[in-house]
């Protein structure tokens, strides 16, 4: 198997544990959907990497996406402050037990990607 071959399934068992995580946080299942992302981010090993992945994905693609919009008109210092504080807030969240708090921040920071 060649290195490219092996980079393919790689990228493709992420793309299952990023689709795993968006029906196990529909579910209620919050934990098992964040120990999934914290996986697949794991797996890909380099953020620049797993934030094209989630690019390419979209999971949720809505009509009325705020956060979008909101992207147009902050500069590029503003998002990535927003992004910083969901991360701290999603850690937070996590350690004090609130996984459905921690879940959402987890979304909401890849929004803004």
């Known amino acids: 198997m060649t290195n490219n071959e092996s980079s393919k399934e790689y990228l493709i068992s992420c793309m299952r544990l990023l689709e795993s ?7 209620g299942a919050y934990e098992e959907a964040i120990y999934e992302r914290r996986k697949a981010r794991e797996i890909i090993g380099t953020e620049e990497e797993f934030i094209a992945l989630v690019k390419e994905l979209i999971l949720n693609n809505s009509k009325y996406n705020l956060i979008a919009d909101y992207k147009i008109r ?14 701290e807030r999603s850690y937070a969240q996590y350690h004090s037990g609130d996984y459905k708090g921690c879940i959402r921040s987890l979304r909401r920071i890849e929004k803004y990607y």
């Open 74 to 87: 902050i500069n590029e210092h503003k998002r990535i402050q927003v992004i910083k504080h969901l991360k």
């Open 21 to 27: 995580s968006e029906s196990n946080f529909k579910k």
